[in-house]
């Protein structure tokens, strides 16, 4: 027994926690037999739930069985801070309470929370903690555009706070993984490579699954690109995390 092994020695815990956001459903269950072929667990961040047809909830509830995780995206994917300007009341009735009413209609009790837009500020996180969510997903971008033009990029290796820490952080940023995040795959390779040796998990998001440039206003990412990711990740032997596991794992 080696009773002295420290975890920083150890890559036990290096994983990866990957999360989708919006109303995707049927897209998203498109990809099963992909995350099945390499035993991948994610996260599925709904929003809109008034909307979810009798169908749609029946296969987030196959994706559950699979070990998904279901959790919230907000009521009407407003913006929280504004919200809640006019009190932490307001903000509930309008943003929180309805939809996770529906989700729990449907026989679901989310306990991750994806802020919508990526808005929030400590107000309203303290809601959303004091409301039972386990951990808050916030949204980090490695290269911004401004009209066309590149303003910063910043590999993935360098962003800190993209890396779950295993330390009970319960307010978290995920790397945006859409097509127009401009990532490539030595940067993924070198994301999954640091996770591996710092004994972290990387958090990535994405939104619509696309099977070819975007068009029309779509926003997602490419299915070959995150099959990479899965692959690469299940190669290095990390752990798929759900984003509730992530605050409960020590
Ligand atoms: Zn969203």
Same mark, same amino acid.
């Given at each position: 027994m ?7 020695e ?6 990866? =926690? /990957? &999360? ?9 269950? +498109? %990809?099963? #037999?992909?995350f ?21 909830i ?9 070990g998904?995780e279901?959790?919230?995206h ?11 300007a ?18 729990a209609?449907a ?11 990526g808005?929030h ?10 409301s ?5 997903r916030?949204? =980090? /971008? &490695?290269r ?8 910063? +990029? %910043?590999? #993935? ?8 820490n ?8 995920a790397l945006l ?6 990532l ?17 998990a990387?958090m ?7 099977y ?12 070959p690109?995150?099959?990479?990711i ?7 032997n ?5 984003m ?7």
């Amino acid at each position: 027994m080696t009773h002295c092994r420290r975890d920083a020695e150890t890559h036990e815990k290096a994983g990866i =926690a /990957i &999360s989708f956001d919006d109303h995707f459903i049927n897209e998203w269950f +498109a %990809l099963r #037999p992909m995350f099945r072929k390499y035993n991948a667990k994610v996260t599925f961040f709904i929003t809109c739930p008034d909307s979810l047809t009798a169908d749609e909830i029946s296969k987030l509830k196959i994706l559950q069985a699979d070990g998904h995780e279901i959790g919230f995206h907000g009521t009407i994917h407003g913006k929280s801070t504004e919200l809640i300007a006019t009190g932490p009341d307001s903000y509930k009735n309008i943003e929180l309470a309805p939809g996770l009413a529906h989700m729990a209609e449907a026989g679901f009790k989310p306990t991750s929370y994806a802020h919508p837009g990526g808005n929030h500020n400590a107000r309203v996180d303290s809601v959303l903690l004091a409301s039972g969510f386990k951990i808050l997903r916030d949204v =980090a /971008i &490695s290269r911004r555009k401004i009209m066309g033009f590149q303003m910063y +990029a %910043l590999a #993935p290796r360098l962003m800190p706070w993209i890396y779950y820490n295993f330390d009970n952080e319960r307010i978290v940023d995920a790397l945006l993984i859409d097509e127009d995040s401009g990532l490539t795959d030595p940067e993924m390779q070198e994301a999954l490579e640091k996770a591996k040796n710092d004994n972290t998990a990387l958090m990535l998001f994405g939104h619509e699954p696309l099977y070819g440039k975007p068009q029309n206003g779509e926003y997602g990412f490419h299915v070959p690109f995150l099959e990479k990711i899965l692959k690469e990740a299940a190669r290095q032997n990390l752990k798929f995390y759900t984003m509730s596991e992530l605050p409960d794992r020590n």
